[in-house]
Nanobody, 130 residues
Framework: QVQLVESGGGLVQPGGSLRLSCAFS????????IAWFRQAPGKEREGVSC????????YYADSVKGRFTIARDNVKNMVYLQMNSLKPEDAGTYYC???????????????????????RGRGTQVAVSS
């Protein structure tokens, strides 16, 4: 059974940092795409970052490039989202999602769609405010 559990959210001041964690089980990340999405009240859901571990490929939304980093811990079955230089517009519910990635050739949208077609966690809240 695929399970994903997020943690690490909280309140941070603008310019601060947070590291979100996604503990996953029930699947091999080497056959999956895993992604972080976020949604703020009144805004559309946004694919923040996507990771195809098999190929070591990482995608980022333009809004977070250079500030966010996605990484995995092979031993702990964790995927992290390191978020630096946080802005008020980064606030929202962040959740991770994972789904099968069988395509040999793909782009960012394929990665996100594959992840979103699978399972997702319940999310963790991020607030950015002074």
């Amino acid at each position: 059974q695929v399970q994903l559990v997020e943690s690490g959210g909280g309140l941070v001041q603008p310019g601060g940092s947070l590291r979100l964690s996604c503990a996953f089980s029930g699947f091999s990340l080497d056959r999956y795409a895993i992604a972080w999405f976020r949604q703020a009240p009144g805004k559309e859901r946004e694919g923040v970052s996507c990771f195809v571990s098999r190929d070591g490929v990482k995608y980022y939304a333009d809004s977070v490039k250079g500030r966010f980093t996605i990484a995995r811990d092979n031993v702990k079955n964790m995927v992290y989202l390191q978020m630096n230089s946080l802005k008020p517009e980064d606030a929202g519910t962040y959740y991770c999602a994972a789904g099968r990635m069988d395509a040999a050739y793909y782009a960012r949208n394929t990665c996100l769609e594959s992840a979103e077609s699978g399972s997702r966690g319940r999310g963790t809240q991020v607030a950015v405010s002074s």
